[in-house]
Every structure is written in C-alpha cells, then in structure tokens.
C-alpha cells in the first residue's frame, strides 16, 4: 500500500506523516526495495500515448479506405460512361479535383508522426548516435594501440643497442684482463 502511493506520485514525506513512520527509515526500505516514484504515473501515461496512437491509426486507415472507395467508385464511372455528356464530364472533373485536394490535405494531416513514431526515431537516432560513438572510442583505442606498439619496439630497438654495446664493453674489458694478467 505504501509502495502503491510513493509509485502513484505521493512523497515519501506525505507518506511518513501520513502512516507516522520514520522517514529516514522509509527512504532506505525504498532504496533497498527500489521503488520507483510517479512509475504508476508514467506506465498510465505511455498507455495513453498509445491509446492515442491507436485512435490516430484507426482515423488513418479509415480515411485511406474512404480514399480508396471514392477513387474506385470514380474510375467506376469513367469505364461505365464511355460516351459521357459535357455535364457529367464537368461532374467528374469537378469531383475528381476535389477527391485530389481532400487526398492532399489528408496526406500532410496524416503525414504528421504520432507520438511513438516520435519516440522510435528518437530511439534509433540515440542508438546510432552511442554506436557512432562506440566505433569512435575503438578507433581511438587502436591509435593508441599502435602507438604503445611503435613505442615497445623503439624500445626493444634501444634495448638492444644497449645490449651491443654492453656486449662489446665487455668483450673489450675480457680482452684487456686477458692483457693485463
């Protein structure tokens, strides 16, 4: 019930007066058990954005299927009237730009993104724009690869000179102690 009221929007405050309870202990059994606040709030509202998504769908697929209807029962009356009157050839021109214009005002009405397709383009640009930024970061990881690699073998390089010239150091020393003694 607690749970209920904190994931509803109620404070945890509210609610320690409201039960009389600690409230720093409240806080922390909600830390522990991960309430969430306004949860409730926010699955009520994404159940409305697509309940409106839905409507939105419904009054889109019905004028598409006016459209549809208008424009067959149109063609209906070009093939049926092979020889038609200038009467009725005004009629169907009259009527055929009107079923045009409604086409054009529905297309940019219906064009407009609902709420979800909002949320999904957000989504994969979002995606796009981390994965962008995953080849970027593993670019600069083999930059720096290969410059650790560069610098190992500049040191090897080194090392071994400074082996050769320790190895000849010590040839020369051997030669002088074989003189010497």
């Known amino acids: 019930m607690l749970r209920e009221e904190f994931e509803s ?3 945890l405050v509210a ?4 039960y009389n309870l600690s409230y720093p202990s409240l806080k922390n059994y909600a ?7 306004g949860i409730i709030k926010n699955i009520a509202a ?6 409106n998504d839905e409507k ?15 424009a067959i029962e149109l063609i209906g009356v070009f093939k049926d009237n092979d020889c038609m009157d200038k009467d009725t050839q005004g009629a169907v021109k009259l009527r055929a730009g009107a079923l ?23 989504i994969n640009q979002l ?8 080849l970027e970061y593993e670019l600069e990881i083999e930059k720096i690869g290969i410059k650790a690699t560069k610098n190992k073998i500049k040191l090897d390089k080194e090392n071994l000179e400074i082996k050769k010239v320790t190895s000849g150091y010590n040839k020369l020393k051997n030669e002088e102690d074989v003189h010497i003694g």
Not at 15 to 18: L, Q
Not at 31 to 37: A, D, F, L, M, V
Not at 46 to 51: I, K, N, P, T
Not at 100 to 122: L, Q, Y
């Open 9 to 11: 929007g109620k404070s």
């Open 15 to 18: 609610i320690a007066v409201d």
């Open 31 to 37: 830390s522990k058990n991960k309430w969430k606040k």
């Open 46 to 51: 994404a159940e409305r954005v697509l309940d």
């Open 56 to 70: 939105f769908r419904e009054k889109k697929d019905e004028f598409i299927g006016k459209i549809q209807d208008e």
């Open 100 to 122: 045009e214009a409604i086409v054009n005002i529905g297309s940019k009405i219906f064009s407009i993104e609902n709420n979800s397709e909002v949320v999904a383009r957000k």
């Open 127 to 134: 995606a796009y724009n981390k994965q962008l930024e995953l």
